[in-house]
């Protein structure tokens, strides 16, 4: 009975979430709320487990989505997306435009989220179809599922790193794992964009995206050089690998001051703080309208994502202190399901719901209570059911979520060339991540 009242209070956070447009963090917190009542807690047991779930979730992530989102608007703002963008589209060459936008999306969503890289660099897309004549629907797909490609996979992208706390996954794993698994997805979607999306043709010339963006990037603003606007991503990355590489069992580095500085460094809070230092000198202009502006700005939106993040840590907590653990781990089978589970979790909450945050975040809490039963409660298996849930949440993208919107608005396309260009892509791009994320468990693992 436990697993048939878990499934009704899925249903009801998303018919109440996705149908009747109630805000998650109140979904998942009345979520939890119910299954305590139902998994037997008393009332003072469930409103201390709500509280310990919610503030273990933060206490290790809520700095780190907070500077993501810093270092994300910054380079939204400044510019500095943009400059990226050029870049990479003046190293690729336009003969390979389609690759360009995939690859900038690539880069430009592992801090930037995929909706505000996307309307971002929407008039770059529109410049390069009418400057090399290349599909302007097939440039619009290679943006678009590059940018969805780290936003499911990537750190400090905040579905990834709630994950990863909500499973008590190591980051540095979830990095490293996630690149392997991010490029065939990448390949995938751009491979559709080419070849399957170039037949629906757009106009350009379309809505740049001015009322739709908080501020515009300010002319006074100057834009950084490309290695300043690459800094705050790259270097964050650096230094978690590397605290990954210091702390592996057999101490490659040694466990001297070497040890101490990358594993302080690399710690995911110091790693995106630096990250956020570097972001303020990349703009030249100290003013303190700019400055103040921007933080605001960026941790408003951190805010609600840290809401979303930490009720879900709520219901994953819930979730353990109900007997559901102990039913599960009566069920054999259940290993045999490996990370097939978590990924269909994934993306039925996804499909249903719209958002992927939610679905990620979600998921994992649901999840959390199966490592042992699903034979994936190692460093390795956590790090690979983070990644089985992000393709999950690949699966699928469309009428009831917001970045497909913001794709098929922004490119000029109808509905029904939407769903046959951009939520086709997703599904492909899902299932892609699946086979990747099996394959690695049956040689890691």
Not at 178 to 204: D, H, N, Q, Y
Not at 247 to 275: H, M, N, Q
Not at 320 to 348: I, N
């Amino acid at each position: 009975m436990i697993f048939l009242w878990l499934l009704i209070v899925v249903l009801l956070i998303v018919l109440l979430t996705g149908r009747w447009g109630i805000h998650p963090f109140i979904t998942l917190i009345l979520g939890s709320i119910a299954m305590g009542f139902i998994g037997g807690l008393t009332p003072s047991m469930l409103v201390n487990a709500i509280g310990s779930g919610f503030g273990s979730t933060l206490s290790s992530i809520g700095i780190v989505i907070a500077a993501g989102a810093m270092i994300g608007e910054y380079l939204d703002r400044s510019g500095g997306a943009v400059v990226v963008a050029n870049r990479i589209l003046s190293v690729v060459g336009e003969k390979y435009a389609a690759l360009s936008m995939s690859l900038t999306g690539f880069i430009v969503s592992i801090p930037v989220f995929c909706d505000t890289g996307f309307i971002v660099l929407n008039s770059i897309k529109e410049a390069i179809a009418k400057r090399t004549g290349h599909s302007l629907t097939a440039l619009s797909i290679a943006l678009a599922t590059g940018l969805y490609t780290t936003h499911v996979f990537i750190p400090p992208t905040p579905g990834p790193i709630a994950a990863a706390a909500t499973l008590e996954a190591d980051l540095g794993w979830v990095l490293g794992l996630g690149f392997v698994v991010s490029i065939p997805v990448m390949f995938v979607g751009l491979i559709w964009a080419i070849k399957g999306c170039a037949r629906f043709e757009t106009l350009a010339g379309g809505n740049h995206g001015g009322e739709d963006r908080a501020e515009p990037v300010r002319p006074d603003v100057t834009a950084p050089a490309f290695r300043m606007a690459i800094s705050p991503i790259l270097v964050p990355i650096l230094l978690i690998a590397l605290n990954t590489i210091a702390s592996y069992p057999t101490y490659p580095l040694g466990e001297g001051t070497l040890f101490t500085v990358l594993t302080f460094l690399g710690e995911p809070i110091i790693a995106l703080l630096i990250g956020v230092a570097i972001a303020f000198a990349m703009v030249r202009e100290w003013g303190r309208d700019i400055h103040a502006h921007w933080m605001e700005s960026a941790l408003k939106k951190a805010g609600v994502i840290i809401l979303i993040t930490g009720a879900g840590g709520s219901f994953g907590f819930i979730l353990r202190e109900t007997e559901l653990a102990d039913v599960v781990s009566q069920f054999a089978l259940l290993s045999g399901l490996g990370v097939l589970l978590p990924y269909l979790v994934a993306a039925f909450l996804k499909t249903a719901q719209g958002s992927s945050t939610v679905a990620i975040i979600t998921a994992a809490a649901i999840t959390a209570p199966l490592m042992g039963a699903l034979g994936l409660d190692s460093v390795i298996g956590k790090a690979l059911v983070v990644l089985a849930i992000g393709a999950g949440s690949l699966t699928i993208s469309h009428i009831n979520d917001s970045y497909f919107w913001v794709v098929a608005k922004f490119s000029n396309m109808d509905t029904t060339t939407a769903l046959k260009t951009h939520s086709v892509a997703t599904l492909l791009m899902g299932l892609t991540g699946l086979v990747t994320v099996q394959l690695l468990a049956w040689v890691l693992l």
